[in-house]
């Protein structure tokens, strides 16, 4: 007998729109994101939930999706990079880091502007050391991380002159039209 179920219906709400899908609970919600929606931002890094690269929200909290069942979320908003901005209208958190050229590889971005973007949901006006605390648990290969703090203090400052509006489409769920 198999310890794995086969694919079972699921209605998975993210980045505001509900996507019924048909796949198997214990799939890694990462690679459903990837493999079933082709959402990108989330990178597969470790599998572990320890480097940080899969980071997305799930109501507004910074997870780890590759160690989380996608079984396990269903009626529960979540979010991707895709979700937060676009080429055209970015996330302040984006913009900060364009702003702060805290890019060198990329690879990490993903894990590092969701986890800053749940700290500034959080705590509006971090300090340093509550940037670097919050951070700890993404890994960084090239170094970069005294402009990714920067940026992370640039999106504070942009959140704030904004009056501290942030989207959140994961709050409001559209559904798909009915055909």
């Given at each position: ?65 590759c160690v989380i069942p ?110």
């Amino acid at each position: 007998m198999s310890k794995h179920a086969g694919p079972a219906a699921l209605a998975l709400h993210v980045n505001g729109v509900v996507h019924q899908l048909a796949v198997p609970p214990e799939a890694s919600l990462l690679a459903v994101l990837r493999n079933d929606l082709g959402l990108n931002g989330p990178k597969y890094g470790c599998g572990l939930g320890q480097c940080g690269a899969c980071t997305v929200l799930v109501d507004g909290v910074a997870a780890r999706a590759c160690v989380i069942p996608v079984g396990g979320m269903a009626g529960r908003a979540i979010t991707t990079l895709e979700g937060l901005g676009d080429r055209n209208r970015p996330h302040p958190v984006q913009q900060a880091f364009i702003d702060a050229q805290a890019a060198q590889c990329g690879y990490c971005l993903n894990g590092m502007i969701m986890m800053a973007a749940a700290l500034l949901a959080e705590r509006p006006r971090p300090t340093e050391a509550d940037i670097r605390r919050a951070l700890s648990g993404n890994l960084c290969r090239c170094g970069t991380h005294v402009e990714i703090v920067e940026a992370v203090l640039r999106a504070a400052d942009l959140l704030s002159a904004s009056g501290g509006s942030q989207s959140a489409p994961a709050a409001a769920i559209a559904h798909p039209a009915e055909t």
